[in-house]
Nanobody
Framework: VQLQASGGGLVQPGESLRLSCVVS????????MGWHRQAPGKQRELVAS???????NYADSVKGRFTISRGNAKNTVYLQMNSLKPEDAAVYYC??????????WGQGTLVTVSS
């Protein structure tokens, strides 16, 4: 099983980015999927998660700015990030609870927010 994250880059404050994460390999299905981030010198933190049924959960710091969603094929998760702030800069990791093999993490995609 592999999770391939993409979509990171360098943006200015106030701009937007859309992260994508695709699950591939031997899977029956996916349950919870989500995004975490880790800034230099800080612990990894949950940004957003989405259940198989579409229930979402967001960190307080991103509520109203970020939107997590799943693709129609259910093996893809997106993170639409609007109104980005310098404090959003981090490496963003996707993760997913895969059936039958358990939790897996992607390799991370770097988001830089700077003027």
């Amino acid at each position: 099983v592999q999770l391939q994250a993409s979509g990171g880059g360098l943006v200015q404050p106030g701009e937007s980015l859309r992260l994508s994460c695709v699950v591939s390999g031997s899977i029956i299905g996916t349950k919870d999927m989500g995004w975490h981030r880790q800034a230099p010198g800080k612990q990894r933190e949950l940004v957003a998660s989405i259940s198989a049924g579409g229930k979402t959960n967001y960190a307080d710091s991103v509520k109203g700015r970020f939107t997590i969603s799943r693709g129609n094929a259910k093996n893809t998760v997106y993170l639409q990030m609007n109104s980005l702030k310098p404090e959003d800069a981090a490496v963003y990791y996707c993760n997913a609870l895969i059936v039958p093999s358990g939790y897996h993490w992607g390799q991370g995609t770097l988001v830089t927010v700077s003027s």
